[in-house]
Each structure stands twice: as C-alpha cells, then as structure tokens.
C-alpha cells in the first residue's frame, strides 16, 4: 500500500518531520507543563498555550474548541486519544468532577462506564499509535478508526480501522455476516480506503484494569473486493461460450 | 454388454443444451441435485460460469488436469477418460446412489476449496498447469473468522486464496490477507 500524498513536497516534508518525534516533543512539553485534563462525559477537556495547541495539531491529537479566550485554548480529547496521554505516554493528568486527580485505574473504569468496548478499542488505537501511525475517529466512513502515516494535511488515510474481537470480551458485532462485508467494503473502496480489520484476543484476562491491555493479543487483516472483470492480464483469450462452459464443466469437473 | 447409466451432470448438461429426451425428467433431476450435501451444485456451477465466461482458466482443486489412460477411484465408482478428447466422463456405476456419492465430494465447505483458478492467457498448459493464480473457496454462511484463514495461510504458502460468496445469483470475491502495519519513523 502506497500513501497518496497531498501536491508536491509534502511526502519531504513528512520525511523532514517524523510523527515519533512530534508526539515525543507532545509528551515533553505536557510533563514539563503539568497540564491536567477535564473529564467531561466522554471527552477531556485541556486548556494549552500556543506552543502546546502547536504540538496537539501537529501530532493530530484531540479538536480545537473555539473559545473568546486569546493567550489559551481549550482542545477536546476522544477517550482513546485522552487514555493514551495518561496511560501510555504518562504526561498527562486527568481531574474528575471531584476536583481530585484520577488514577489509570479510576479513569479505565469512568471510560468503561461509558464505553463498554473501550479496552479492546484503546488496544487498537495504542497499538496502531505505537507504531507512530496518525489515528482519528472513522464515524463518518463507519468504521472505528482511520489511520494516516502522517498528518491528514500532507497524506491521505489509507485504512479504514474496524475494531474485532475474539475469545471472552466479544462484544463487537461486526463483519458476521457477508452482508456487512459487502457493505463495509463498498464503502472503504468508495472513500479510497483500504479495510483494515484489527482483532483484539483478551486471552481471557478479562477488563478490570489497564493492566490486562499488556496480554491482549492483535492480529491485522486486509479484506479487499476482487473483480474479475480488471483483473485480466489481458483481452486476447478467447471469451468461452455458455455451451463450451457446461461441456467442459461435465467433462472434468 | 454393459448399460452405462451417465452422470447426473451429463443428464443435466443434456437437458441444458440439448433437451434430449431421456429417463430423468427434469423435475426429478433438479429434486436429485438439490437434495442433501449436493445443493451446492448451482453455486459451484455459477462461480464456474462467470469466471469461465470472462476467459479464466478454472480447474476443480484436488483434481488433476490431465487423465489421459489414468482410472481415477472414486468410492465404488471408477472413472475412466481423457481431458484431451472430447468425450463424457462415462462410469459404470451399479445404481445411481454411486452418483449421488460422486456429487457429495464436491460439497461446499469453508475448508476444502473448490477451484484452482488461472489468469485468462494463452501460457496455460494442462500437461503442465504449473500453481494456479489463486486458490478458490466457496463461502455460504457467513465470513471466514481470522483462526480459519490463519490457517489457510499455513496451508496454501505462497499461493493466494480468495473466497466467493455467491447470494441472488451474484458473484462476489473477497480477499482476507493477514498483514502487519509497518512501524513509521
């Protein structure tokens, strides 16, 4: 899979700029900040000074908010994106409605509450991060996630991220069926997307804390459609008629 | 001297481009075809058709291009014939549940493939066929699960496989590779 960069100069650029080390200077500059995040249902809510705002859209982490203020701003974390900083990046605090800073622990079971899937959906999106991939939200393609090999002004995403599970947390419903199949495939293909399914195996140590994400297991798979009808080397053989095809099919099959 | 009872697809073939007149009516043989393991038969046939139509070289997997002189053993049936000639496979089966044998081992599984499939191009040799551009499974009930295609992986090497699903009367093919994201910098 090749990315498809966006106009001249932004695959150098790219190059010029790692993602590791944009989200490295990210982690730094929010540590020597203590910048505490607040929950707010299913977001975390931080308020940044331009140098951080820089990082967070460099990095494509979290959505600007639009406020009056002029020296700050205020950025909106998914709850992915939110868990990553405190969870595997330690560099980021969150506070919960009693002014108190909440642990890992404390925070894994506020996001669980809200998000039933959320420990095989964070797996997917810290294992894809790790490998210093850009993830955002894939609602509008219907799928969990779409990932980028950089920020999304230099390169289009290449994968549409559908989130599966298997063993004893199988609370993802996805891709049962060949209808769904179908459908998701279309889609990908229509928005120029590859699917990228990710299969998370809990190897049955459950969900109780952060902790358990270590054992997890994840698998990648591609399903793309094949059509026959482009995929011929080329148009010289001969197109075989239906009564050559029935004898044929008697005579050896 | 003999009596040579012919395949059940030989009988369908008949019907199909001839309309002969023979002992199974069509109703019957369509009630044979259907029942049981061999149900499959219409989906095997219009995968078949459509990737034959389009120029494809196809090959049932497991079985051999060329059987020139050879007797193939199938249950208590015995085969015998050359790919080369154009004549029917004829057997000598003692009564038609021989036959009905014969179609159960092409029933469609989510684990035995059903075709080897060849790019449409003149290079293509029965005598020496070489691997088939992709191996074909028939799916009908729902998608392979990721253990079922980790294990075809292991199976098939270096050979790609592909899965149909066919549903209406159309045919779909769907690729499930295992692959691995690379770390960026």
Redesign the interface.
Known sequence: MKPRWKGKGSQAKA?AD???KIVSQLQSSLIQSETRGLLSSCSVLVEVDAELADLLNRSCFGRPRITAQEDKQWFQLDMEEAFYLCFSLKCLKVIGENGYIKSNEELWDYLKSKKPVFPVSYKVYSH?RH???VVRSGLQYGVDFV?Y??HPALVHSE?AVLV?S?GDNDLNGR????SD??CT?RLCGSVAKTL?TV?VNSNNQGANSPSCLEHYTV???????????R??????????G??K????????? | MATHIA?L??L??LH??DGNDIHLSLKELYEKLSNGKSGCYWE??EV?????????VV??HG?P?SVKGQHIKSGTCSLE?S?ES????EMEPKDENSVIELFNN?QITDVSPAFNVY????KFRKSSPGDPSFVLYI?RC??P???E??ALERKHGAIPF?FC?V?NGRV??????????????
């Open positions: 190059n790692p993602m590791s894809l490998k210093n991939w990932a090999c950089h994968y599966l298997e891709l049962r069926v060949w199949v179908h495939v990228l299969i698998e990648e798979q591609t399903i793309t459609r094949w059509n026959p009808e995929s011929r080397e080329d148009q010289t053989g001969p197109k075989n239906t009564k095809i029935v004898k044929d099919w008697c005579n050896h099959i | 395949p697809r030989k369908w073939a199909v481009l095997l046939f078949y058709k459509h990737l034959r139509s389009l120029g494809y090959g049932r079985i291009w014939g790919q154009n004549e029917m496979l092409m790019l449409p191009n003149s799916s729902s998608p699960s990721r253990v295609i980790e592909k699903h549903e779909s093919f769907f690729s499930f590779a295992k692959t691995e994201l690379p770390v960026l910098s």
